[in-house]
């Protein structure tokens, strides 16, 4: 059975600072990954996603960027904070065009 | 403007009743929807996906669609409080061997009332 994993569950940063969030995938070679973020109240939104290892395409431009270092891996990162990045951070990973699965998230808060 | 519109925003219904959800999307390109269901500060899971026309049933769940329309429908039947929750409507267009752009749409919060 495939797992995802994401760290850390929580973080709390100061606007300014950097930032790196992580996700990983275990029992599915090759995934499709993607990154999405809600806001508090607000709507799913797709960020970037990757197909193979090196490669991300973006969605949504918020001053975020994302890797895809290994196969399982996928990390997004910024190395200057804003307020409003601030809300749930969901990793995906999709095995085939009827299913997408989500990890359990990271919520950040940035003060 | 969102590409994907749900209605209502939110809803309520008693314990054993039916709870109907709709969703359309604007974008002419899209070839799946899904349907998940969000508790409150948990992610998402899939509920279900539907991509040809007419009625998919899984247990207390059926889903609907029309794609000339792009309109979708969750009906859940004999709605318990543990489906209240967010539900979230998602279409995309499949191409290759990854998924395009998943947009979601805002949601129907669904309250189910003892």
């Known amino acids: 059975a495939q797992t995802i994993h994401q760290w850390p569950v929580a973080e709390i940063k100061a606007v300014g600072s950097p930032l790196s969030l992580g996700c990983t995938i275990k029992g599915k070679s090759s995934p499709n990954l993607y990154w999405y973020w809600q806001a508090t109240g607000g709507t799913l939104q797709q960020l970037f996603y990757?197909?193979?290892?090196?490669?991300v395409e973006s969605v949504v431009q918020l001053n975020l960027s994302a890797s895809r270092p290994k196969d399982d891996q996928f990390i997004l990162s910024t190395e200057k904070l804003l307020l409003s990045h601030s809300g749930f951070y969901l990793c995906a990973w999709t095995g085939g065009p009827y299913e997408q699965y989500f990890g359990p998230g990271t919520r950040l808060t940035v003060l | 403007q969102q590409k994907v519109q749900q209605s209502p925003e939110s809803l309520i219904v008693p314990e054993g009743g039916m709870a109907s959800l709709n969703c359309t999307s604007s974008?002419?390109?899209?070839?799946y929807f899904w349907w998940y269901r969000q508790h409150s500060g948990k992610s998402p899971k899939m509920l279900m996906?539907?991509?040809?026309?007419g009625e998919k049933e899984e247990g207390r769940f059926t889903v609907h669609l029309n794609k000339a329309s792009l309109h979708t429908s969750l009906h859940i039947r004999d709605s318990q409080p543990s489906d209240s929750a967010l539900y979230l409507c998602?279409?995309?267009?499949?191409?290759?061997?990854?998924?395009?752009?998943?947009?979601f749409g805002a949601g129907t919060q669904l309250i189910v009332i003892p």
């Open positions: 974008d002419r390109n899209v070839d």
């Open positions: 990757s197909i193979t290892v090196g490669q």
């Open positions: 998602a279409a995309s267009m499949y191409r290759g061997s990854a998924l395009g752009r998943l947009h």
């Open positions: 996906s539907i991509f040809s026309n």
